[in-house]
């Protein structure tokens, strides 16, 4: 089964900074991965995934990934960040556990974006 | 058009009580998931139904089991309710079987244990 690890529990930074949230994945064959966010009391919400092809992908609201398969990693950035933005925020793998297509998860790691 | 729909939104529930929340999914989509959000931590497999039929489930004792219906929406049940079953209960839906395709989440049920 894969894992997946966020190496930052919290990351603050102010407006209109630049952000970097990290994600490195066991290895694989094949494998899918995605970006989902999370605001507060509410569900997730897909930022962006990749599934093959170009390794950088764009998402949503302004932030994109860029996947690294020699180092296992798929970084999350945005140039600009906004007041907005502060979440929390989960990359997660896809794959095939027997017969079960499941999303794993990582840790997580909270956005707080200040003046 | 509606996206995942979950009900209820919130519930309190007692010690060793039973409780069943329920998933619509969006419309044509055919699989479903159940995942398990603990306070601080990222979400965890329970299961996924496909086509009415379980294909798989995660490290979660037999309390908890699940159902898929004919219009393919589902229910999580929970048995014997402890408090560590206190979490946010997300459901996901995907278009057909397979880790490529997307995975749309609802809003999920806030489930406390007292």
């Known amino acids: 089964a894969q894992s997946v690890t966020q190496l930052d529990s919290q990351v603050p930074v102010f407006e209109e900074a630049p952000v970097e949230l990290r994600c490195n994945y066991s290895s694989s064959v094949s494998v899918y991965l995605f970006w989902y966010v999370q605001y507060p009391n509410q569900g997730l919400q897909l930022l962006l995934k990749y599934l093959s092809g170009s390794t950088l992908v764009k998402g949503i609201n302004g932030f994109e990934a860029e996947f690294n398969k020699s180092q296992t990693s798929f970084h999350l950035r945005k140039p600009s960040v906004h007041i907005s933005d502060t979440a929390e925020y989960f990359c997660a793998v896809s794959e095939l556990d027997g017969t079960a297509s499941k999303l794993t998860f990582g840790t997580g790691t909270r956005l707080q974006v200040t003046l | 058009d509606a996206g995942v729909t979950q009900s209820p939104t919130h519930l309190i529930k007692t010690r060793g009580q039973h409780v069943t929340l329920r998933c619509s999914p969006i419309?044509?989509?055919?699989?479903v998931s159940w995942y398990q959000q603990v306070l601080g931590q990222g979400p965890q497999f329970i299961f996924q139904?496909?086509?009415?039929?379980?294909?798989g489930r995660g490290n979660f004792p037999d309390r908890f089991s699940a159902r898929q219906f004919p219009n393919y929406s589902s229910e999580l049940n929970v048995n014997a309710l402890l408090l560590g079953d206190s979490a946010l209960y997300l459901c996901?839906?995907?278009?057909?079987?397979?880790?490529?395709?997307?995975?749309?989440f609802g809003s999920g049920t806030r489930l406390t244990v007292v």
């Open positions: 419309s044509g989509h055919k699989s």
């Open positions: 139904y496909y086509e009415k039929e379980e294909r």
């Open positions: 996901a839906s995907s278009p057909l079987q397979g880790p490529g395709y997307g995975y749309t």
